[in-house]
């Protein structure tokens, strides 16, 4: 059972790619809390959660891809 070597290095960089989303979604979510008398909250709230998402769905696409990868359909 061989690896897919292409494959395995594209989820690896999904993964890589989250990585720097896992960290700024939930800050820029937790500037938004503390700074809720400024105008701009509702739009740094929605850009965080959205950052959230975004390091989600690549978490989620990163490690398929492995899977597939791994364990070749």
Known sequence: MAT??????KGIKY???????LFIGPGVIYNAFINN???WHYLVLAIGI?????AVYLLFSGLKTIMKSLFND
């Open 37 to 39: 008398q400024n105008v």
């Open 15 to 21: 993964l890589a790619s989250a990585l720097p989303f």
């Open 50 to 54: 959205l950052m959230c998402l975004t």
């Open 4 to 9: 897919n070597q292409p494959l395995l290095s």
